[in-house]
């Protein structure tokens, strides 16, 4: 038997606590949170999951208007991952918080709006409309995309830019502001600097790594948009090992992200320096994963006698 | 929509590169025709992601549900599925997406089916509900060769008129399945007018393509099952789009959710 079976969902109600965190101010009831763009409004999940024992869930990015995105194909299977350039397609914010979040209130977790812009002026609309939504604990800055204003420069590649957007939104935002870390760049830790000093709230990363996939007979690319979003099991040790740079040099709490896909992989993040994680492409093949992580957890703290799982956190021995 | 551990009840290999499995799942689901599973081998590393398969064919006994795929082992997901062995675990998610109805056949008391290749698995159970529903119903199915035809032993004992046409003429007609099916109109259209039926397709996309245009070209109505890479299947990747035509502006829509049928008059080839 591995170690993924080995250990059995704990039963001790008592033993919830261990996994209760809190980030810039908002109580999760454990650190396990899914990730924008793999989650859709939530609601999609219900009928697979209980939503009431998840930690909490990113929104699909949202826009100030709705989204058409990219044609297709979209997504492309590679080893041990995927490719994908939706196009951030999205039923804006508006909608989200008409249509989506007065039937989310019935759920017992916490739902963050990721938001995007292509211009420091959409980032503002979109969150001063999300700022009279009820029901949001948070905001997550996508800062991933081009500014089309700046000759189409990705805002989250370049410290300044970044680090611009997050004051800007800071300023509006009625809510903590976590801002999700692109991995293409020169140096994660300068951008985490950056965005700390602009005074984020708390950090998430990785984003997705650019990637590109060729069909070999036709010569075409195998995804319309040319390049897209690397994600999935084969980016884990990029995303630990830029959490654990990044845990080196902040002082906010840090959210890993990055093809977690059982709780093992989600213990090396905390060992690495987070203090929550987001699952993302594992939710597309194992719909359950987000709930077999937090019974994994909970048995892990038990076997290893830890009473609150933070005992572990940024706990790397060398 | 069910996320369950099926058991492997049946596997045979048969044609060039074809497979059909039989799964066990212990509880009765309502799958309806051109419905899909996601399905993937439980402990199954490599691929990732699970494979979208229609529903042949289902049968529900004593609180177990019994379904078939058919598919044509192309890449990793299709190996892995097709090395399975009688009792081996699978993760299925389903029944999923929007079916086929045969309410408008119901008007028209008229129906015909147009499929090829590995697109005929998803028709049979359409086939047998038209069929059920005593509506006049004539399929037409396409192929590579007579080793590529499937599901042939299932479709012939249905009380339907059955046109087969291959590629090499090895069986039935030499050529395009949809040649078959604009002569089949074009003489019904001289015999008996008016002439009234809807298309159901499902196949390759230029051949259901085609079929869209002589559905217009003889003003009937015609769904097309799609296919598209899928990563979950129900709905939240937004990756296996399609784009469709509206009234103001067109829009992509999620084959897993807001199909795979569509009305094939929307669809933008």
């Known amino acids: 038997?591995?170690?993924?079976?080995?250990?059995?969902?704990?039963?001790?109600?008592?033993?919830?606590?261990?996994?209760?965190?809190?980030?810039?101010?908002?109580?999760?009831?454990?650190?396990?949170?899914?990730?924008?763009?793999?989650?859709?409004?939530?609601?999609?999940?219900?009928?697979?999951?209980?939503l009431n024992r998840l930690g909490g869930f990113c929104s699909k990015g949202l826009s100030p208007k709705p989204m058409k995105g990219n044609p297709p194909p979209r997504i492309v299977e590679t080893h041990g991952g995927m490719l994908n350039a939706i196009g951030l397609q999205n039923i804006g914010a508006k909608a989200f918080v008409t249509d989506k979040l007065p039937q989310l209130k019935k759920y017992n977790t916490k739902?963050?709006?990721?938001?995007?812009?292509?211009?420091?002026?959409?980032?503002?609309?979109?969150?001063?409309?999300?700022?009279?939504?009820?029901?949001?604990?948070?905001?997550e800055l996508n800062i991933s995309c081009p500014n089309v204003k700046q000759g189409g420069i990705v805002i989250g590649n370049?410290?300044?830019?970044?680090?611009?957007?997050?004051?800007?939104?800071?300023?509006?935002?009625?809510?903590?502001?976590?801002?999700?870390?692109?991995?293409?760049?020169?140096?994660?830790?300068?951008?985490?600097?950056?965005?700390?000093?602009?005074?984020?709230?708390?950090?998430?990363?990785?984003?997705?790594?650019?990637?590109?996939?060729?069909?070999?007979?036709?010569?075409?690319?195998?995804?319309?948009?040319?390049?897209?979003?690397?994600?999935?099991?084969?980016?884990?040790?990029?995303?630990?090992?830029?959490?654990?740079?990044?845990?080196?040099?902040?002082?906010?709490?840090i959210i890993g992200i990055g093809g977690i896909a059982n709780w093992m992989d989600a213990v090396e993040f905390f060992i690495a320096g987070a203090c929550a994680i987001q699952i993302g492409t594992a939710n597309?093949?194992?719909?359950?994963?987000?709930?077999?992580?937090?019974?994994?957890?909970?048995?892990?703290?038990?076997?290893?006698?830890?009473?609150?799982?933070?005992?572990?956190?940024?706990?790397?021995?060398? | 929509m069910k996320e369950t551990i099926a058991r492997v009840k049946e596997i045979k290999h048969f044609g060039r590169s074809y497979c059909q499995i039989k799964l066990v799942i212990d509880e009765e689901l309502k799958i309806e025709p051109g419905q899909f599973a996601m399905l993937k081998p439980v402990g199954a590393f490599e691929?990732?992601?699970?494979?979208?398969?229609?529903?042949?064919?289902?049968?529900?006994?004593?609180?177990?549900?019994?379904?078939?795929?058919i598919f044509n082992i192309l890449g990793r997901g299709t190996q892995v599925l097709a090395q399975m062995h009688v009792g081996d675990k699978v993760e299925f998610l389903g029944p999923l997406g929007k079916n086929f109805s045969v309410l408008p056949a119901k008007t028209t008391q008229n129906a015909i089916i147009v499929a090829g290749g590995v697109g005929t698995p998803a028709v049979?159970?359409?086939?047998?509900?038209?069929?059920?529903?005593?509506?006049?119903?004539?399929?037409?199915?396409?192929?590579?060769?007579e080793a590529d035809l499937v599901g042939m032993e299932d479709f012939s004992q249905l009380p339907a008129k059955l046109f087969i046409a291959t590629d090499d003429g090895s069986v039935g007609d030499k050529g395009f399945v949809t040649n078959s099916l604009?002569?089949?109109?074009?003489?019904?259209?001289?015999?008996?007018?008016?002439?009234?039926?809807?298309?159901?397709?499902?196949?390759?996309?230029?051949?259901?393509?085609?079929?869209?245009?002589?559905?217009?070209?003889?003003?009937?109505?015609?769904?097309?099952?799609?296919?598209?890479?899928?990563?979950?299947?129900?709905?939240?990747?937004?990756g296996c789009v399609v784009e469709i035509e509206s009234k103001q502006d067109s829009s992509y829509q999620r084959v897993c959710v807001e199909g795979p049928v569509f009305d094939a008059s929307e669809v933008i080839w």
């Open chain 2, 182 to 238: 604009e002569n089949f109109l074009k003489q019904t259209l001289e015999q008996n007018k008016p002439f009234n039926s809807v298309i159901y397709t499902c196949g390759p996309e230029i051949m259901m393509e085609t079929t869209a245009k002589i559905g217009l070209k003889y003003n009937l109505k015609t769904y097309a099952s799609l296919e598209a890479r899928m990563a979950c299947g129900f709905g939240v990747c937004v």
């Open chain 1, 158 to 253: 370049s410290p300044d830019t970044a680090a611009e957007v997050t004051t800007a939104v800071k300023q509006v935002a009625k809510r903590p502001v976590i801002v999700k870390l692109s991995p293409n760049v020169t140096s994660i830790k300068e951008l985490a600097l950056a965005v700390e000093g602009a005074g984020a709230d708390a950090l998430s990363l990785i984003n997705t790594l650019v990637g590109m996939s060729i069909d070999v007979y036709s010569r075409r690319p195998r995804i319309a948009n040319v390049t897209g979003g690397l994600s999935g099991p084969a980016v884990k040790p990029v995303a630990v090992r830029m959490v654990y740079e990044v845990a080196q040099v902040v002082k906010i709490p």
């Open chain 2, 124 to 145: 049979l159970m359409l086939a047998q509900e038209l069929c059920k529903e005593k509506i006049e119903t004539t399929i037409f199915l396409g192929a590579r060769s």
């Open chain 2, 47 to 69: 691929p990732l992601l699970r494979r979208a398969m229609a529903f042949y064919q289902v049968s529900t006994i004593k609180n177990q549900t019994f379904v078939d795929f």
């Open chain 1, 1 to 50: 038997m591995s170690d993924l079976e080995k250990l059995q969902p704990s039963t001790n109600t008592n033993s919830l606590n261990r996994l209760e965190i809190e980030i810039a101010g908002i109580k999760f009831q454990n650190p396990v949170l899914t990730a924008s763009g793999t989650f859709g409004y939530g609601l999609d999940f219900a009928d697979l999951i209980d």
């Open chain 1, 111 to 139: 739902v963050i709006a990721n938001v995007f812009g292509y211009s420091l002026e959409e980032y503002i609309e979109a969150i001063e409309i999300l700022n009279d939504g009820d029901g949001i604990s948070a905001y």
């Open chain 1, 284 to 318: 597309y093949y194992d719909p359950c994963v987000s709930i077999k992580i937090i019974d994994g957890l909970l048995s892990y703290c038990e076997s290893q006698k830890l009473s609150h799982i933070s005992e572990i956190f940024n706990s790397l021995k060398k």
